[in-house]
């Protein structure tokens, strides 16, 4: 049972809200009341104000497991700081990732934590794109298409994204309430024949018609980019939302998931892969641009990447900070 705000005290600054009728705009935190109205900034970036009488449709809200949250909450500090939001280049996110792992993507330290070595992981990636291509294999997914197991299908199709750390849980347990039909099946038989090829408007179209979840990044993108990692790309819009005004001049991170904002954000992926290709640090594939990202850009890391940043300011040409540890050991 949902819990209104106390319409006789303000809310608590600390705490997290959801408008109960709106869960696309996210979580949301409260800013000020005055005048008999409430404002609120949501993770989807747009504050709110609402009077009384719609006030009280913001309740409570558990927090987010996909660091969206803590974003929030930074970027509220930020503007009653007065402090402009920091950009740093992303020469100063593999200076960052450096410091962990100094042979970068090619080393023994991130394949062992990230690409996968021993027992198997959730944030392992080979591992799960060799779930995925087992379970949604051409072979097994158009026979269980042809013999009506639509219900199987979207079983297969649960068990891969639920086997990573790619998609939230909660979005996870939406995917599993969407309705097995057989255009939806058929759809997932597509991109199982052909995940290259297959657009994110064809799989979305696919959930709106079987009422699932349609507005989530990482359930639309993890299945593509995990059966063609070269192609596709996972996206986790907390941080390449960021990722995009750091590479991109005026870069508008796009509001909702769509085709067009995909194709957006695969153009972001490009220019950080030929960054940090020409900084001699290639990812192997988008998967470890995916991890890149978040590594560097999570709420977590900005302290650090903050020091960093300016400390690159301060370097003298041309022994910079990033030439120096950029260079891929021996």
């Not at 959801?18 to 989807?44: I, N, P, Q």
């Amino acid at each position: 049972m949902e819990v209104a705000v106390n319409i006789d005290e303000p809310p608590d600054e600390d705490a997290l809200y959801r408008h109960s009728k709106r869960d696309k705009w996210g979580v949301a935190v409260f800013l000020w009341e005055r005048d008999g109205k409430r404002a609120f900034r949501f993770t989807d970036g747009e504050v709110r104000v609402f009077k009384k009488g719609f006030y009280e449709l913001m309740v409570p809200a558990p927090t987010p497991d996909d660091g969206s949250a803590d974003e929030l909450r930074a970027k509220v500090r930020a503007s009653a700081s007065g402090k402009k939001e920091i950009l740093p280049t992303v020469g100063d996110q593999l200076v960052l990732l450096l410091k962990d792992y100094p042979k970068g993507f090619a080393g023994d330290a991130w394949r062992e934590k990230h690409r996968g070595s021993g027992r198997r992981l959730k944030r392992h990636r080979d591992p799960a794109i060799k779930q995925a291509r087992e379970l949604l294999a051409a072979d097994r997914i158009n026979e269980m298409h042809e013999h009506g197991d639509y219900a199987g299908v979207l079983e297969s199709l649960v068990q891969v994204v639920a086997g990573t750390d790619l998609v939230p849980s909660a979005h996870v347990g939406k995917l599993r309430e969407t309705k097995p039909t057989q255009d939806f099946s058929a759809t997932i038989r597509d991109i199982a024949n052909a995940p290259a090829s297959v657009t994110l408007r064809q799989f979305q179209a696919a959930l709106v018609g079987a009422q699932g979840p349609a507005t989530s990044w990482q359930v639309l993108t993890a299945p593509l980019a995990l059966l063609a990692p070269h192609k596709h790309l996972c996206m986790r819009p907390s941080v390449f939302s960021v990722q995009g005004k750091i590479v991109l001049p005026r870069f508008n991170p796009p509001k909702r998931a769509s085709e067009t904002a995909y194709q957006r954000y695969l153009d972001v992926a490009q220019h950080v892969e030929n960054e940090l290709t020409e900084l001699g640090h290639a990812p192997s594939d988008l998967l470890d641009l995916h991890d890149f990202v978040w590594m560097t850009l999570r709420p977590a890391a900005r302290e650090e990447l903050d020091r960093i940043h300016q400390q690159q300011l301060k370097a003298p040409a041309p022994a910079t900070l990033v030439q120096a540890a950029a260079q891929p050991d021996a």
